[in-house]
């Protein structure tokens, strides 16, 4: 089946930096691009960012272009989200998945395996 576990979610002043993983557990997804999305208190999930099998290709919501960086590191079977430079707007729960759908990679339906995310909380 697998799953996957998000964890480095914390509290941090603007202009901080954070470093989010998402681990797979029970099977592996290296041969699946992944994404990350990020969920504000009452508002819908959205794509943050997402990177193809073999790291080749990335892509990123426009509001953290420059800011985030997605990787992955498939020998430890582990997608991480550098986050530099954050701002408050960026407090949410950060939820990583799996690309299984040949629909948009920016649609939530197109993921599935979510993990149960970690939360971002960044003060002014």
């Known amino acids: 089946q697998g799953q996957l576990i998000e964890s480095g979610g914390g509290l941090e002043p603007a202009g901080g930096s954070l470093r989010l993983s998402c681990v797979a557990s029970g099977r592996s997804f290296n041969a699946y691009t992944m994404g990350w999305f990020r969920q504000a208190p009452g508002k819908e999930r959205d794509f943050v960012a997402a990177?193809?099998?073999?790291?080749?290709?990335?892509f990123y919501a426009d509001s953290v272009k420059g800011r985030f960086t997605i990787s992955r590191d498939n020998a430890e079977n582990t997608v991480y989200l550098q986050m530099n430079n954050l701002a408050p707007e960026d407090t949410a729960t950060y939820y990583c998945?799996?690309?299984?759908?040949?629909?948009?990679?920016?649609?939530?339906?197109?993921?599935?395996?979510w993990g149960q995310g970690t939360e971002v909380t960044v003060s002014s």
């Open positions: 990177i193809t099998q073999n790291g080749g290709s990335t």
């Open positions: 998945a799996v690309y299984v759908r040949s629909s948009s990679l920016y649609y939530t339906r197109s993921y599935s395996y």
